[in-house]
Every structure is written in C-alpha cells, then in structure tokens.
C-alpha cells in the first residue's frame, strides 16, 4: 500500500508525494465499511485549513462505488487523465483529460471510467460559498518586491 511521503514543510508550508500519477491506484483508503482502493486524501498531509483534496484513480470500468452528497462542502473533480461519465442529479455526461466540474453540497454525484485506461482524477472540497468579491485571486494576491533566489 502506497504512503504519503513528506518532503519538506517549514513555518508557512508543507511539501507532500502521493507518487506519480500512474501510482495513485496504489493507494488504499479505508472508508468506515468500505475500503477503497485507488484513492488518497492530502489535505490533512500538507495540513491545509480551507480545502480538502483527494486524488483517485478507477481502473476501465470501474464506478466511483456510490452517489453521494456533501452537507457544505463543495467539490470541484478535474480530470487528469483518461475518459469516463459522470453523473449529477440523474444527468450523464462525458469527461476527459481537462475536464472540471463543479458540484454544489446537495449534488448527487458520482464518476465511471468508460475508457480503455485508468482514469485519474483530482477533487477539491471546500466549504461553500466562503468566497466572494474580495477574495479574488487579482485582489487577494501581494506581489512582492524582493528578489528570487533561485
């Protein structure tokens, strides 16, 4: 079974490996009753305190496991490799590599791989509605004028 790995963290951060994105589907969670395999979460491991994050991989064929829905968080799935459905509120369409969708808490949700590879993904969770005019990445952003030390 696959770990997350630390790489570096200081005062203001936290650098983590889930492995290459062909190894996700090494990863095992277990999820109360259920166990799955493919699926890691990394927010806790790189100690975020606004957003939770989980990468998964489904191997051709394979279903997320169940609909599901969120009490307030919302979640953004981007694909990033491979091919598939996904299904929100009865409604099927499809996604590939470069897809992003977003789906509101009371969503009902859930992705199939439908392709002839493995299908990652990465999914963002966030509470929703925290933001708004002022946290506008051009407004909420400092560029600073110190020098990089590369």
């Not at 062909?22 to 009753?33: C, K, R, T």
């Not at 064929?61 to 599901?68: A, E, T, V, W």
């Not at 968080?73 to 009865?90: A, M, P, S, T």
């Not at 392709?115 to 560029?143: H, R, V, W």
Request: proline content about 5%.
């Amino acid at each position: 079974m696959k770990k997350i790995e630390t790489i570096k963290s200081g005062k203001t951060y936290t650098a983590v490996s889930v492995g290459k994105m062909n190894e996700i589907i090494e990863h095992v969670l277990p999820m109360g009753p259920i166990t799955i395999q493919g699926k890691v979460f990394a927010g806790q491991a790189v100690g975020a305190t606004g957003s939770e994050l989980s990468f998964q991989t489904l191997v051709p064929g394979q279903d997320s496991g169940f609909l599901h829905t969120h009490k307030t968080h919302e979640e953004l799935y981007i694909i990033l490799k491979g091919e598939g459905q996904y299904q929100v509120d009865g409604e099927i369409f499809p996604v590939s590599e470069g897809t992003i969708i977003r789906v509101a808490p009371e969503g009902k949700r859930a992705l199939k791989n439908t392709g002839k590879e493995n299908l990652t993904m990465l999914c963002i969770q966030y509470k929703a509605n925290a933001f708004g005019e002022a946290d506008s990445p051009m407004t909420d952003g400092n560029i600073l004028q110190e020098p990089l030390n590369w």
